[in-house]
């Protein structure tokens, strides 16, 4: 590291970084790249910034930042050591380069998650006052500040609501992505909205893993020697992915969405809990949403269902002629129950 600099966090201080980067750049045939660490938002100003004088940005999440560190064998913490450990990471990989969100996707992941912050407050307001209906000593003045707590709340979550289909009609071709999406049953406008705006319109994603990863659906496995732990997904993705998807699932499954019913079926008979295949069909409901938004089709409920009976006839027919019947292995099912077991 040849050397090291502090500015503020603010527009005006930007410049002197620029400044002082091309001051202590020494071969301008070099690529330059900006590799910073994701925190919150608080990266994202400088980032648009960099973005918009045609700089090239890398944005790195703060785990992936902290365990190649740790390879590295630092054990303290400081913002010299982090600045080393990301400048050094610049050098050696090939980081993916940072897009930044369109406006209105921008504009529909602060409508959504304003949403989701009202929706909490006022769930803690109705728990304070359902805990209050049920002391031994109530208060008048505290149940009627709850009542308008909670008349506000609701006066809030339909302004937002009316804020994020607005905010949809008028982008045409936001809309004619919303529309394919909610044709699933169980995904609602609010649930679509919240899945383009956390994964910003499915940009960056070039596989199905790398979205199940990014939601946090991924597998961790727990095996040593003979001993065998449990096998559950990870969890430490985006948690507003999992969060909008836990009603559509029960939806989905309640009114019969054909792809998510098997599914559900299946793995409710393999496990007998209930949870685990409504977790499989979250994951479903996640990657049919990926599926319409990239190829842009509109969405068919039994194609699914029809791929995969075409998918089993040969099977059958060929099991039936060679008369060969599996004694052990692991089957789809068996590991899709595997991948989405919770620990």
Same mark, same amino acid.
């Given at each position: 590291?040849?050397?090291?600099?502090?500015?503020?966090?603010?527009?005006?201080?930007?410049?002197?970084?620029?400044?002082?980067?091309?001051?202590?750049?020494?071969?301008?045939?070099?690529?330059?790249?900006?590799?910073?660490?994701?925190?919150?938002?608080?990266?994202?100003?400088?980032?648009?910034?960099?973005?918009?004088?045609?700089?090239?940005?890398?944005?790195?999440?703060?785990?992936?930042?902290?365990?190649?560190?740790?390879?590295?064998?630092?054990?303290?913490?400081?913002?010299?050591?982090?600045?080393?450990?990301?400048?050094?990471?610049?050098?050696?990989?090939?980081?993916?380069?940072?897009?930044?969100?369109?406006?209105?996707?921008?504009?529909?992941?602060?409508?959504?998650?304003?949403?989701?912050?009202?929706?909490?407050?006022?769930?803690?307001?109705?728990?304070?006052?359902?805990?209050?209906?049920?002391?031994?000593?109530?208060?008048?003045?505290?149940?009627?500040?709850?009542?308008?707590?909670?008349?506000?709340?609701?006066?809030?979550?339909?302004?937002?609501?009316?804020?994020?289909?607005?905010?949809?009609?008028?982008?045409?071709?936001?809309?004619?992505?919303?529309?394919?999406?909610?044709?699933? &049953?169980? #995904?609602? !406008? @609010?649930?679509? %909205?919240?899945?383009?705006?956390? =994964?910003?319109?499915?940009?960056?994603?070039?596989? /199905?893993?790398?979205?199940?990863?990014?939601?946090?659906?991924?597998?961790?496995?727990?095996?040593?020697?003979?001993?065998?732990?449990?096998?559950?997904?990870?969890?430490?993705?985006?948690?507003?992915?999992?969060?909008?998807?836990?009603?559509?699932?029960?939806?989905?499954?309640?009114?019969?969405?054909?792809?998510?019913?098997?599914?559900?079926?299946?793995?409710?008979?393999?496990?007998?809990?209930?949870?685990?295949?409504?977790?499989?069909?979250? &994951?479903? #409901?996640? !990657? @049919?949403?990926? %599926?319409?938004?990239?190829?842009? =089709?509109?969405?068919?409920?039994?194609?699914?269902? /029809?791929?995969?009976?075409?998918?089993?006839?040969?099977?059958?027919?060929?099991?039936?002629?060679?008369?060969?019947?599996?004694?052990?292995?692991?089957?789809?099912?068996?590991?899709?129950?595997?991948?989405?077991?919770?620990?």
């Amino acid at each position: 590291m040849k050397g090291s600099t502090k500015v503020a966090n603010k527009p005006v201080a930007f410049a002197q970084l620029e400044h002082w980067v091309s001051k202590h750049r020494k071969a301008d045939g070099f690529p330059l790249r900006y590799v910073m660490e994701s925190t919150g938002v608080y990266h994202e100003a400088v980032a648009w910034h960099l973005y918009q004088t045609d700089q090239s940005v890398c944005i790195l999440l703060p785990n992936k930042a902290k365990h190649y560190l740790k390879s590295l064998g630092y054990k303290s913490k400081n913002d010299k050591i982090d600045a080393q450990g990301l400048a050094r990471m610049g050098l050696e990989q090939q980081l993916t380069l940072w897009k930044p969100l369109s406006k209105n996707i921008y504009s529909l992941r602060l409508l959504t998650r304003q949403h989701q912050r009202l929706q909490e407050w006022k769930t803690q307001c109705r728990n304070q006052q359902h805990a209050l209906d049920y002391s031994a000593i109530g208060d008048d003045f505290i149940t009627k500040q709850n009542a308008k707590l909670l008349a506000v709340y609701d006066q809030q979550l339909e302004s937002l609501e009316t804020a994020i289909h607005q905010l949809i009609e008028q982008d045409a071709i936001l809309k004619e992505q919303v529309e394919r999406l909610t044709a699933i &049953k169980g #995904l609602a !406008l @609010l649930s679509v %909205a919240v899945l383009i705006a956390e =994964t910003n319109g499915f940009e960056g994603f070039t596989n /199905q893993r790398q979205l199940v990863s990014y939601a946090g659906y991924d597998v961790v496995e727990n095996q040593s020697g003979n001993r065998s732990g449990k096998t559950k997904i990870s969890k430490k993705g985006n948690s507003r992915i999992r969060r909008i998807l836990h009603l559509p699932a029960f939806n989905a499954v309640r009114f019969g969405e054909p792809t998510c019913q098997a599914l559900y079926e299946r793995v409710y008979q393999k496990t007998n809990t209930k949870m685990k295949a409504y977790v499989a069909v979250q &994951k479903k #409901l996640l !990657l @049919l949403a990926y %599926a319409l938004w990239r190829h842009q =089709t509109k969405y068919d409920p039994m194609h699914s269902v /029809q791929a995969e009976t075409e998918s089993l006839l040969p099977r059958m027919a060929d099991q039936d002629s060679k008369k060969i019947v599996p004694t052990s292995g692991t089957t789809r099912d068996q590991s899709t129950v595997a991948e989405l077991s919770f620990g």
